[in-house]
């Protein structure tokens, strides 16, 4: 990165979130995590050693849509500024087959998957209208090919795609961008550890989608808008 920046990231203490987090963090930025354990965020910057004058832990349902507001606007006053928005809320469900489909599993990955992405666009689209920010979330091959045992997660993926998409068209010509980063999964460092037999040959490891957001985040990143940026090299 050009100068430090004034990172917020949703869903910061999940799998992807610590090791973007320590990236961002080496790279000089403040960090501002949210997601729905403060007490996770918090030792999320304890880990990775952030002083209190570059750090926010803000537990949050970022599904409400108020609440994501009251969060960008907590990280503002504490900062002054927003560069970076990362939205990094997950979560899985799948493997029925289409008859078996679960109304709960849908309502569930809608305001997982759905309703935080709109609630964090719309929280920050204001703040990076003013130029120079960067928005980035984290989405799956299945959001533009849907697998028969996935349909709904696929579903709720393509609907968070198209508001990203939509704050791209929006930021167009204000110097700011959204963009997509597109893996099957993602290889955590944690999981190496705990899990070393498993296949990891479909993965991207979590190093490399982070060298990626760093990337989209540079001066050098101001003209990618409204991208799928794949980073599924290694299921070709
Ligand atoms: N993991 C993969 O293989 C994979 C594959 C394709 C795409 N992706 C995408 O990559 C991104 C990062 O993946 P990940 O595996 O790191 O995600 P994750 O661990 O499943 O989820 C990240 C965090 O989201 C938070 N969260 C869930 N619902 C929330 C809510 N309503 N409000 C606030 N926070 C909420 C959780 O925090 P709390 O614990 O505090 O609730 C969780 O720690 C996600 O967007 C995911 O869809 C992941």
Request: aromatic share 6%; with cysteine; glycine share 10%.
């Amino acid at each position: 990165m050009e100068q430090a920046k004034v990172m917020a990231i949703s869903g910061a203490a999940g799998g992807l979130g610590p090791t973007v987090a320590r990236a961002f963090f080496n790279a000089g930025a403040s960090l501002a995590l949210a997601g729905r354990s403060e007490e996770k965020l918090v030792l999320l910057l304890d880990t990775l050693g952030v002083p209190p004058m570059r750090r926010l832990a803000s537990g949050v349902d970022l599904a409400d849509a108020a609440a994501a507001r009251a969060w960008a606007a907590a990280v503002q006053e504490r900062f002054g500024r927003v560069d970076v928005v990362l939205h990094l809320v997950g979560g899985y469900k799948g493997g029925a087959s289409l008859a078996e489909l679960s109304l709960s599993d849908w309502n569930e990955l809608q305001g997982m998957l759905i309703g935080t992405t709109l609630s964090v666009v719309r929280a920050f689209a204001g703040i990076l209208k003013r130029g120079g920010g960067r928005f980035i979330a984290v989405t799956s091959p299945k959001a533009q090919a849907p697998t028969a045992k996935s349909a709904l997660y696929s579903m709720a993926k393509a609907a968070s795609d198209a508001l990203v998409l939509a704050l791209a068209d929006e930021l167009r010509g204000t110097g700011s961008t959204a963009n997509l980063v597109v893996v099957d999964s993602i290889d955590f460092p944690e999981a190496r550890g705990t899990e070393p037999r498993k296949p990891y040959g479909k993965s991207t490891p979590a190093e490399e989608i982070a060298a990626a957001m760093l990337f989209l985040c540079s001066d050098k990143a101001a003209t990618i808008n409204g991208a799928r940026v794949p980073l599924t090299g290694k299921t070709a």
